[in-house]
């Protein structure tokens, strides 16, 4: 176990090192100068050229990209551009809502795709299989920025039961932190559920084909326990990879969702950058991103193994 880690941790830093090369070429490809951006498009010549030398923007980009690689070597991802704050700090301060975010998406979407995509299998071809596949249809078809202005015009606008934009820390009320990462939570929460529904309902039904769980029904147990004890934890580990990969990217940051609803987390402080041509802050944040994408897919590797002890990780 303890090798097959390290390799996986080893096997990283290539995908980091061209995730690297990507976001330093195309960040810097794109049109602006963040010096004009920040001085005004009035500042004369000489006052953009200064402060582009103070940035090291007037350096080739070989040269940049190099001094950049080397201090995330050192733990240190830069500082921004416009706030002049430590990347790691703008990030370590954006991330709980973020993670918060996704913890709550996933067990929004998970709650309602695993009972459901149970008893889809269980009464396959019926007419409630028919409509819980049209609804998973339906949720992965709809976008999310969609889905958010119509929650907010049910829940806010017309009903007025929720907020409709804005964040409150958890350490400032539990309940007003809920009321606020509801709608967000069911507009990334809904997609999730489709997916993980429609993976969960085709890999039971795959297991429920196998021999021994026609073994476990001809020694006469009740289909529940068949299902609960033989064919489900099994049939978890497709669902698992899913369910790992739409983490990683709402661990990525929630783009749309983040700025429909005006949360201070990930995806909009990427947007946010973006815009302000912060080229350090957009670099950190995509590195960042990527970097807990890839640790995400290494648990759920590792957690094959609590799903099926026949795996064996050498």
């Known amino acids: 176990m303890f090798r097959y880690i390290v390799r996986r941790i080893l096997a990283m830093l290539p995908v980091l090192f061209l995730v690297s090369v990507i976001v330093f070429s195309l960040i810097h490809l794109t049109p602006g100068d963040p010096a004009i951006t920040m ?3 009035e500042a004369t010549p000489e006052a953009v050229a200064a402060l582009r030398a103070k940035l090291g ?3 080739p980009l070989p040269v940049q990209y190099l001094r950049w690689v080397g201090s995330v070597l050192q733990g240190d ?3 921004s551009i ?6 790691s ?3 370590a301060q954006r991330l709980p809502v973020t993670l918060e975010l996704a913890i709550l998406s996933v067990l929004i979407g998970v709650a309602i795709a695993i009972p459901v995509g149970i008893v889809s299998a269980m009464r396959r071809n019926s007419p409630l299989d028919t409509a819980s596949t049209g609804a998973a249809l339906l949720g992965v078809s709809l976008p999310n920025f969609f889905l958010a202005i119509l929650l907010i015009f049910i829940f806010s606008v017309h009903l007025r039961w929720l907020p409709p934009i804005g964040y409150t820390p958890l350490a400032d009320g539990v309940l007003d932190n809920l009321k606020r990462m509801l709608m967000p939570a069911i507009t990334l ?6 997916i993980v529904m429609r993976m969960t309902r085709s890999s039971l039904l795959e297991v429920l084909d196998q021999d021994y769980v026609r073994t476990a029904r001809a020694k006469g147990l009740a289909e529940m326990r068949v299902i609960r004890v033989h064919a489900l934890k099994n049939s978890l580990i497709p669902v698992a990879t899913v369910v790992g990969l739409q983490i990683g990217g709402l661990l990525g940051g929630a783009i749309i969702t983040e700025t429909i609803f005006a949360l201070p987390g990930i995806g909009r402080l990427l947007v946010d950058s ?4 912060d080229f350090p802050l957009v670099q950190g944040v995509v590195l960042f991103t990527s970097l807990a ?3 995400v897919n290494l648990l759920v590797d590792l957690l094959y193994a609590f799903l099926d002890p026949r795996i064996r990780y050498s």
Do not use: H, K, M
Not at 274 to 277: D, E, L, N
């Open 293 to 295: 994408f890839l640790v």
């Open 77 to 79: 991802l830069g500082r």
């Open 57 to 59: 923007l007037d350096q």
């Open 189 to 194: 929460g809904t997609a999730l559920s489709a």
């Open 89 to 91: 700090e703008a990030i």
């Open 82 to 87: 416009r706030s002049n704050q430590p990347v």
């Open 274 to 277: 973006i815009f302000q041509r």
């Open 39 to 41: 001085l005004g498009e």
